[in-house]
């Protein structure tokens, strides 16, 4: 385990100027070998003889003119160049610059630095004749940027040697019959005091990151020399330096977490990002599950480190997060971090909670086993719409009605017993013949009786004010408790945002307009046939209406949702920066963009404004919703005005269980009358009328504090409203 001084050392904290040199370039004299058999294990070794070798410029390959020495169609080519290190202790950090294609292993006196992650399957020894898992493309003749891997200042004392010193190189292709071929790589050093001591870095170098304070915890994670597969999880150690205490000096010590852990990739296409997103369980020395507080969020071990890369702003699933937990509903909490993995700086994540079933996360019964009759029989459970064929997706059931698989989340494909599975299959099967007969609507036998339908509400309208592409159809959650807790089925959490608020140039999902469960895309469909049934049914839109207009106020209100955004950008501070010179990507297509932006504060204002023009228009529909005339209303109601603050026009809505006369006066804060807007007889239903801050003189009011009440037969009541300058 590396200690946390070399930490320190490896992200800037030496003192004194330094500057970065290479020693090696691609297209130096190399020696090099095409084995027909198995190398001599010394090869790359500093004192072995390499006078049998080949001389050639490199890099070494064939098919992409990127080659200085063009092979035949070869399976592996072997290549080692001998540099000078004069003085050790001017050396602060070395960089390995890999443009390859299809893998590698790199070694600096015979000690392996570092290899692509397509030759993770073989152990310390990769025969002559092994080939990838997968193909892999070279970067720099397409205009891309090479993988690092980084020499810290443990490897600098303990692999280099004052005089002669070797890289070795060896590059794999993916078959004997590829393509293409490429092995391309650079030797750079950080020298301290500026002194001379090789050439001036390539063109499209790019310095690590380096800083002294963060505002952000800084997580290190350090894999022991081993690569992160998609699976299964790897050992490794983890650090958290925890600046919420008040201070913001990276030389504090690890006072977030200091321990163990395992980690994998995780998601579906998001694992191929150069940034990858990671799963990780907080472990003991033993390996077993560890629970913990990290960053303040409740103890578990089970952990999500998602790497924001599509969303350049960063914040799309922090912010909705955050307004599901304003709506009184469980979402992942989070923690914006920087990430140092094996000592190279990864650039701004989120440290989040998987989903679960925990008292802290998802709080449904716990299922085990064992309990296979009875009440412990019914739940819980979580199931979730997915590619069933990706990460955790790998059981489930699919619907008799429409064909569509609802995935086993809890318990997991792995521990789900058959008893417990026919008990979810049968629950469910019933749910969708109740949802495909004629009295589906019913309140007493239908949909309302078999759905927690307040929670459908909100998770729709989150999904909607977000105009969210994957919505009903992917990351997807429903769930279930024991039949003694609550029979029903509840949605939830909401998960996976990244490609929302306008930032997906497919299925429409850019416009600011249309209702996502109205769209049905020509090709098949995955969203099970049920949501829309539901979306269609008069009571459920009075369901919608009345939250939304309610939430309009409050957690949907500009004001607040602006709020959370700005709380995010501070707290990102100067990391925007650090991230982005990591990862070049503003003003650059990244799929599925619809907008591309060349400034961060660019895509902050575009969020915010998409935003804005989403609310603008789901007003206009709620205000079409209310005025159904035919919804099934049970108690008299008036709901809070939107906008509020408002400035000029606001809307009052509210709700007749029965045809009523109805008079709504608006009041000054001293109670005295400013304007009648409604007086007569009304037929029930949702109803709303507009007030233009005017008095019954018509002439503007001032602007403050006003009150407006409903007086409906014997029904009475009164709300506060803001009228702004």
């Known amino acids: 385990m590396k200690k946390y001084l070399f930490f320190v050392l490896s992200v800037g904290f030496c003192f004194g100027q330094s500057t970065w040199e290479t020693a090696i370039f691609a297209d130096d004299l190399w020696k090099y070998i095409v084995p027909a058999s198995t190398v001599n294990e010394n090869w790359n070794n500093i004192n072995f003889d390499d006078s049998g070798w080949m001389e050639g410029i490199g890099g070494f390959g064939?098919?992409?003119?990127?080659?200085?020495?063009?092979?035949?169609?070869?399976?592996?080519?072997?290549?080692?160049?001998?540099?000078?290190?004069?003085?050790?202790?001017?050396?602060?950090?070395?960089?390995i610059h890999a443009d390859y294609d299809d893998g590698f292993v790199a070694y600096v006196n015979g000690f392996e630095i570092g290899r692509s992650s397509n030759l993770s399957d073989y152990g310390s020894y990769v025969p002559f004749d092994a080939n990838t898992s997968f193909d892999q493309e070279a970067s720099l003749y397409l205009g891309y940027y090479p993988d690092e891997l980084i020499l810290d200042s443990l490897d600098i004392m303990n692999v280099l040697l004052e005089g002669q010193n070797v890289l070795a190189i060896q590059v794999h292709n993916v078959s004997d019959n590829s393509s293409d071929m490429s092995g391309n790589f650079y030797l750079s050093f950080e020298v301290q005091d500026t002194v001379d001591m090789y050439d001036e870095v390539p063109d499209w170098f790019?310095?690590?990151?380096?800083?002294?304070?963060?505002?952000?915890?800084?997580?290190?994670?350090?894999?022991?020399?081993?690569q992160i597969p998609d699976e299964p999880r790897v050992d490794a150690f983890m650090g958290i330096i925890d600046n919420d205490s008040g201070g913001n000096n990276l030389g504090d010590n690890y006072n977030g977490y200091n321990g163990q852990i395992t980690i994998e990739k995780r998601g579906n296409s998001s694992q191929w990002n150069d940034k990858t997103p990671y799963?990780?369980?907080?472990?003991?020395?033993?390996?077993?599950?560890?629970?913990?507080?990290?960053?303040?969020?409740?103890?578990?071990?089970?952990?999500?480190?998602?790497?924001?890369?599509?969303?350049?702003?960063?914040?799309?699933?922090?912010?909705?997060?955050?307004?599901?937990?304003?709506?009184?509903?469980?979402?992942?909490?989070?923690?914006?971090?920087?990430?140092?993995?094996?000592?190279e700086y990864r650039g701004v994540y989120v440290l989040m909670e998987k989903i679960k079933r925990d008292a802290n996360?998802?709080?449904?019964?716990?299922?085990?086993?064992?309990?296979?009759?009875?009440?412990?029989?019914?739940?819980?459970?979580?199931?979730?719409?997915?590619?069933?064929?990706?990460?955790?997706?790998?059981?489930?059931?699919?619907?008799?009605?429409?064909?569509?698989?609802?995935?086993?989340?809890?318990?997991?494909?792995?521990?789900?017993?058959?008893?417990q599975e026919n008990y979810i299959i049968n629950y469910i099967n019933n749910f969708e013949t109740i949802m495909s007969s004629d009295q589906y609507a019913d309140q007493s036998t239908g949909y309302p009786s078999i759905l927690n339908v307040d929670s459908f509400v909100d998770f729709i309208l989150l999904q909607e004010?977000?105009?969210?592409?994957?919505?009903?159809?992917?990351?997807?959650?429903?769930?279930?408790?024991?039949?003694?807790?609550?029979?029903?089925?509840?949605?939830?959490?909401?998960?996976?945002?990244?490609?929302?608020?306008?930032?997906c140039d497919y299925g429409e999902t850019w416009e600011f307009t249309g209702w996502l469960l109205e769209y049905n895309p020509e090709g098949?469909?995955?969203?099970?046939?049920?949501?829309?049934?539901?979306?269609?049914?008069?009571?459920?839109?009075?369901?919608?209406?009345e939250r939304y207009t309610e939430l309009r106020s409050t957690v949907f209100s500009e004001n607040h949702i602006y709020g959370v955004i700005d709380s995010l950008v501070n707290e990102l501070g100067s990391s925007v920066d650090r991230n982005f010179s990591k990862w070049p990507i503003l003003g650059t297509y990244i799929w599925p963009n619809y907008y591309?932006?060349?400034?961060?504060?660019?895509?902050?204002?575009?969020?915010?404004?998409?935003?804005?023009?989403?609310?603008?228009?789901?007003?206009?529909?709620?205000?079409?919703?209310?005025?159904?005339?035919?919804?099934?209303?049970?108690?008299?109601?008036?709901?809070?005005?939107?906008?509020?603050?408002?400035?000029?026009?606001?809307?009052?809505?509210?709700?007749?269980?029965?045809?009523?006369?109805?008079?709504?006066?608006?009041?000054?804060i001293m109670g005295r009358p400013v304007k009648t807007i409604q007086n007569s007889y009304q037929t029930k239903g949702f109803k709303f009328v507009q007030w233009d801050a005017k008095n019954d003189r018509n002439e503007p009011v001032s602007a403050g504090l006003y009150l407006y009440t409903i007086q409906a037969g014997k029904f009475r009541q009164t709300r506060k409203m803001v009228l702004m300058k």
């Open 62 to 95: 064939y098919g992409d003119n990127d080659d200085g020495t063009i092979l035949d169609q070869i399976n592996s080519v072997y290549f080692r160049k001998v540099f000078e290190v004069n003085d050790i202790s001017k050396l602060k950090k070395g960089l």
């Open 206 to 226: 790019i310095e690590p990151i380096t800083f002294y304070t963060s505002n952000l915890p800084i997580m290190v994670i350090d894999t022991y020399g081993n």
């Open 279 to 343: 799963r990780f369980e907080t472990v003991n020395e033993e390996g077993e599950n560890n629970n913990v507080s990290l960053l303040g969020m409740p103890e578990e071990n089970d952990w999500v480190l998602y790497a924001p890369w599509q969303d350049k702003s960063m914040i799309r699933n922090i912010l909705t997060y955050k307004l599901s937990n304003d709506l009184g509903k469980y979402a992942p909490r989070t923690k914006l971090i920087e990430l140092y993995l094996n000592d």
């Open 361 to 419: 996360r998802v709080d449904i019964s716990k299922l085990n086993p064992d309990e296979i009759s009875g009440d412990d029989l019914t739940g819980g459970y979580i199931l979730k719409f997915d590619w069933f064929f990706t990460g955790d997706n790998l059981g489930g059931f699919e619907s008799d009605i429409d064909g569509n698989i609802y995935n086993y989340h809890y318990p997991k494909p792995s521990d789900i017993v058959p008893e």
């Open 465 to 503: 004010l977000a105009k969210n592409v994957d919505a009903y159809r992917l990351s997807t959650y429903i769930f279930k408790d024991k039949e003694s807790v609550d029979n029903r089925l509840t949605a939830g959490p909401v998960w996976d945002f990244n490609h929302g608020y306008g930032n």
């Open 524 to 545: 098949g469909d995955q969203m099970s046939f049920w949501w829309e049934l539901i979306w269609q049914d008069d009571y459920f839109q009075n369901k919608i209406s």
């Open 596 to 668: 591309v932006f060349d400034t961060f504060d660019q895509e902050i204002n575009y969020l915010k404004s998409w935003i804005s023009d989403r609310l603008n228009w789901m007003d206009s529909q709620i205000l079409l919703l209310n005025s159904k005339s035919s919804m099934i209303l049970t108690d008299f109601y008036l709901n809070q005005n939107y906008p509020n603050p408002f400035n000029p026009v606001t809307t009052l809505s509210y709700s007749l269980p029965k045809d009523e006369s109805v008079n709504i006066t608006i009041y000054d």
